[in-house]
């Protein structure tokens, strides 16, 4: 008996566009919870390639921000670094006195509390208590106020965690003289806070007597902006 | 409209594309100002670009949502046309030459996807503004999200404005895009499949790129003349 030929039939058309739209849309929001370290993976096993291909990335990762309608400008011959306040020898740093203090490196990644990082970031200056030791800070300091030449931008640290080894004043960002978008002539690097306790374009280091809130800390963000363990997150 | 072509694209559909495309290039042009250290540095004004930059966000999703609602029979239409994939459209996304409808399933997979990533781009959006005040709806991937998008999205752009402006055999494409009618030569070569309401052309059924020229019904025919 002949078998009756096979005949392949077309179920017609499915909705295989809702599927996909539903499954981009629903990955899309739960990738809120996974994506970063996700992407953390992702950068670390890749490193090579993107270390390779960092140079023709424009953003090379950073985002500039700023709080006012114009980048302060540096100006070399009038430039000074001032330490004051609760010292017993206040100090006006030239920039070539500054660049005379013992200078050291660190390569440390960069944090901004709206989630982005900068991993490897070499940067080149002077460490905190090596200034803070000239200056000779009095008993009655226990915070350090640091005053941006972008007005009104203040912040604070106290003592202890300006103190940390790898807290730094620095006026070099991977290898190159500290760019004006990133700070120059030079910015307060605290690797294990978020970014805005990084004070750019630096002109003023007060010693008080205690930690209040500078001006994120005024919109809203942890005074303490440890990485991991401030504004929301959770390691 | 003119002898020899044949209405691909409604004014709802049209008006839709381009509110879309409009918005999309502001918010990427404001964006690159906030993503990009040398345009920050040209510009500035961070705070103020930011509030443009969302608040045009939202009016370009509004003025979507308003063309959807006033366009909404006809665009719910074109949903359901696009969100189909037949046995043809599956062997195209693997690369085979099959018969393809008013739109190949190329043009549905972007369709779709620009869709989602509209929303996703509105969700992340909303949360990178609201997160920046209130902790509750800071996550830290919104950000990944949000630039991830934006790169997949700059993909799909360049893809479809190559085709749409540069590649030969497709550019003709941008005129159903922009005055609504295609030539029925090559719509009937491209799309096969598609049995256009309007107009009554004996299309090809067997073979996608049979060289054959269009043969109108004799009641089609006498109503061009």
Not at chain 1, 8 to 26: H, I, K, M, S, W
Not at chain 1, 135 to 163: C, I, K, N
Request: overall charge positive; aromatic content about 12%.
């Amino acid at each position: 008996m002949d078998t009756p030929p096979v005949t392949e039939q077309d179920p017609g058309p499915r909705r295989y566009g809702r599927r996909l739209f539903l499954a981009t849309v629903v990955g899309g929001v739960s990738s809120l919870y996974w994506g970063k370290a996700a992407w953390d993976h992702v950068t670390g096993v890749v490193s090579p390639v993107a270390e390779a291909i960092a140079p023709i990335i424009p953003s090379s990762g950073w985002r500039i921000y700023t709080i006012s309608g114009s980048m302060p400008t540096f100006d070399r011959a009038t430039w000074r670094l001032k330490i004051g306040g609760l010292v017993d020898q206040p100090l006006s740093l030239t920039y070539d006195e500054l660049r005379a203090l013992p200078r050291v490196e660190q390569v440390s990644t960069f944090h901004c509390v709206t989630g982005w990082t900068v991993n490897n970031v070499h940067w080149g200056g002077v460490r905190m208590h090596d200034v803070l030791a000239a200056a000779r800070p009095q008993d009655a300091g226990h915070a350090l106020q640091f005053v941006s030449m972008e007005v009104p931008y203040v912040d604070y640290l106290t003592l202890g965690q300006a103190s940390m080894h790898d807290v730094m004043l620095a006026y070099e960002m991977d290898g190159k003289p500290l760019k004006q978008e990133h700070g120059a002539p030079v910015r307060l690097v605290i690797p294990e806070m978020y970014g805005y306790k990084n004070v750019k374009w630096l002109q003023e280091i007060q010693v008080v007597p205690e930690s209040i809130d500078g001006y994120w800390e005024n919109l809203g963000y942890d005074r303490d902006a440890w990485v991991g363990r401030s504004n929301g997150y959770s390691s | 409209m003119k002898a020899g072509y044949v209405q691909r694209f409604s004014a709802a559909e049209r008006v839709l594309h381009w509110v879309n495309a409009a918005g999309f290039f502001f918010l990427l042009a404001t964006g690159l100002i906030l993503y990009l250290p040398s345009l920050s540095m040209l510009v500035s004004r961070r705070q103020t670009i930011q509030g443009i930059h969302f608040w045009g966000g939202v009016g370009w999703l509004c003025a979507l949502a308003a063309v959807v609602v006033l366009g909404f029979r006809r665009l719910f239409a074109t949903a359901r046309e696009i969100e189909r994939f037949d046995e043809d459209d599956l062997r195209w996304l693997r690369g085979r030459r099959t018969p393809q409808g008013r739109f190949n399933a190329g043009q549905k997979v972007n369709a779709i996807l620009t869709a989602a990533f509209t929303v996703l781009f509105g969700i992340s959006g909303v949360l990178l503004w609201v997160g920046e005040g209130d902790t509750r709806f800071r996550f830290a991937s919104t950000v990944i999200l949000h630039d991830g998008l934006m790169y997949v999205s700059l993909l799909l752009l360049v893809g479809h404005l190559y085709l749409a402006l540069i590649h030969p055999a497709t550019r003709h494409a941008l005129r159903g895009m922009t005055v609504g009618d295609v030539r029925v030569e090559w719509a009937v070569h491209h799309h096969p499949k598609w049995q256009p309401d309007d107009v009554q052309v004996d299309w090809p059924r067997t073979r996608h790129h049979a060289p054959w020229k269009p043969q109108f019904a004799d009641a089609d025919r006498s109503r061009r003349r």
